[in-house]
């Protein structure tokens, strides 16, 4: 009935996304009608348009079935915008990170192309990782800094990975279209093979310690917990191009790691933020569903360099943007975080 | 529709009026107020579902007298305020650091309400003294108590002023003078829109009658706003048994993402 208070509203229970965060997406008014186009969801508090949670979820998909990247990088900033709290885009968005990990390592399952073993030691990582991510991440919510946390991360990493992407495609697409470029070799010995504690992986056919693979999947556990992400996108090129595993079996593996941890983080999330939002992470996850569909058959028919330089130029869109958030005058200098209710 | 309503609250009124001055006048106080206030609400409860898009909330009532109006009497005035359950709150002021924008100063509010309206049928300051809105705290910034960590900041005040203003926006806090229609000092009626982001507990709606800023009488009552269905279950399962929650959330992930891979698996074939 009222037009008014839509998800501009997420002053409660964490920091609210002030003036700038809120005002994208879900503050349309609409026509009263049968189907609830607003949605009120329980533990974020805040009510948002059904078909642009749909639309977050399914940008994601889309994504993660054209170019086998997770898409949860680009979730949580897009909960931000539309002014969902910062500690439920987080959490919640690592919860759909389970369902989006589940659904693409049944395939690669099938195919023999994951490597447990190897898994397993990045599993035991990114249990740490996650426990320490969970630890700093309460604590900055204590400082009242968990804006600045999420924000600041996801500048940093965005802006490496899509500054990388965007160097290698552009190389890429160089070599080409120039036949007399020598490939670049992959497995090459460096200082990872000098380190103690080795360990036989079968299926990658490695014999290396297993401290490499330990603190790349340590250091996915502690994205997972402050930034609600698979780690995909840094977990595969460390894969590659530290470990020097197979290409075959490395998206496979990391997918396996992720759905454990991103498992355990959901639940220590709900243990210590309480911030996980089941009946967001459900929608997003249907319109991920849909979304992936659309991408794997795009992704067939449009040129692979091309649309990973898109991708590039995608994330750095969404780094710049976070960037422009931190560095400019806010809108709204003052937010309300509700401490507890009496 | 307009008429009919008012014909019919004048009906409940009379009745109310019987039955309240029949229960009151066994308890009469030595002093009982000449003129009383009975009021009645549209709902009494508000469910908040996955729907939810905000409710309006009729008050109405009337004026019960003992004693006939004085000629040369003040006039009279109604406020009406409805109040969500009180929450501890930190409120935070950006400021920039090494070039970045982020909280640094903090004042904490030690009881807000998480919804506040104010409706009056003339301007509060009017219909309201300074003392009596300090006893019963009806004014808006009456109703924040920010005492607390006040030494850290120069400028505490800015900081309610700030958190006034940012729930306004949001349609939590409202102050609309003139919004109870008051016919021929007897009759009152007036709507309290409730935003979507409404947060759940037991709302306190009070009506005031006031002359020269005088309280004369104070009607109290209840409206129960909670989280319905499903929405319900979720939220006291996530207050209550947060790792149950947690393994819940995640079973229902594994389970869509395998549905999904399948189903389209099958669809394919």
């Known amino acids: ?342 | 529709m307009r008429g009919g309503l008012r014909l019919w609250l004048v009906a409940a009124a009379v009745a109310l009026a019987g039955v309240a001055g029949a229960a009151r006048a066994q308890e009469a106080p030595p002093a009982a107020p000449t003129e009383q206030v009975l009021a009645g609400l549209s709902t009494t409860t508000v469910a908040l579902t996955a729907s939810f898009e905000g409710s309006e909330i009729l008050v109405f009532g009337a004026v019960y007298r003992t004693v006939p109006v004085a000629e040369d009497a003040a006039p009279l005035a109604v406020i009406v305020t409805v109040q969500g359950p009180p929450q501890r709150l930190s409120v935070w002021r950006k400021g920039r650091r090494g070039g970045v924008w982020m909280n640094v100063e903090e004042v904490r509010v030690a009881r807000a309400p998480s919804f506040y309206a104010v409706a009056t049928s003339a301007p509060l300051t009017e219909a309201l003294s300074a003392t009596e809105d300090l006893r019963h705290q009806v004014s808006i910034p009456r109703a924040i108590r920010a005492f607390g960590a006040f030494a850290t900041v120069a400028d505490a005040p800015a900081f309610t002023e700030a958190l006034i203003r940012l729930r306004t926006g949001q349609g939590l806090y409202q102050l609309n003078e003139g919004a109870v229609e008051l016919t021929r000092e007897t009759l009152f009626r007036t709507t309290v829109a409730l935003p979507a982001n409404l947060t759940e507990g037991m709302y306190a709606a009070r009506v005031f009658l006031t002359r020269e800023g005088q309280v004369l009488d104070v009607y109290e009552t209840v409206i129960d706003v909670r989280k319905a269905g499903i929405e319900r279950w979720l939220s006291v399962l996530a207050r209550e048994q947060p790792v149950a929650y947690g393994l819940l959330a995640v079973l229902l992930a594994v389970v869509a993402g395998w549905g999904a891979s399948t189903a389209f698996r099958l669809l394919r074939s």
Request: hydrophobic fraction near 55%.
């Open chain 1, 1 to 342: 009935m009222t037009g008014r208070g839509k998800a501009g509203g997420g002053a409660f229970l964490a920091c609210h996304g002030a003036g700038r965060w809120a005002r994208l997406g879900a503050e349309t008014d609409q026509p009263a009608g049968a189907f609830p186009l607003q949605i009120y969801l329980p533990i974020a508090e805040v009510t948002a348009n059904v078909f642009v949670l749909l639309g977050i979820g399914g940008v994601a998909g889309l994504l993660s079935g054209m170019f086998g990247v997770g898409g949860g990088f680009l979730i949580t900033p897009l909960l931000l915008f539309i002014g969902i709290p910062p500690a439920v885009a987080v959490a919640t968005g690592v919860n759909q990170v389970v369902a989006s990990s589940v659904s693409g390592v049944l395939a690669h399952l099938k195919r023999r192309n994951v490597d447990l073993v190897m898994g397993n030691v990045m599993l035991a990582g990114g249990v740490l990782g996650a426990v320490l991510g969970i630890w700093l991440f309460s604590v900055l919510r204590r400082m009242g800094q968990t804006e600045l946390l999420v924000q600041f991360s996801y500048v940093g990493l965005l802006g490496t990975i899509g500054t990388m992407m965007l160097l290698e495609s552009v190389r890429a697409l160089r070599r080409s279209r120039d036949p007399k470029a020598r490939p670049r070799r992959l497995h090459q010995h460096n200082w990872v093979h000098k380190l103690p504690f080795k360990m036989k992986f079968r299926t990658s056919g490695l014999y290396i310690s297993v401290v490499p693979p330990l603190m790349v999947g340590a250091v996915a556990g502690v994205l997972a917990a402050i930034m609600g992400v698979g780690g995909g996108f840094l977990m595969v090129p460390a894969m590659i191009y530290v470990l020097g595993m197979p290409t075959k079996v490395v998206v496979g593996t990391s997918l396996y790691q992720v759905i454990f941890v991103a498992a355990l983080t959901t639940v220590l999330h709900a243990a210590t933020t309480g911030a996980v939002d089941i009946l967001l992470a459900l929608v997003l996850i249907l319109g991920g569903v849909i979304g992936a569909q659309l991408g794997t058959r795009l992704g067939v028919r449009l040129n692979p360099e091309q649309m990973r330089i898109l991708l590039a130029l995608l994330v750095l869109a969404v780094a710049g943007r976070i960037l422009l958030d931190l560095v400019l005058t806010p809108d709204e200098l003052y937010s309300i975080v509700v401490t507890g209710r009496l």
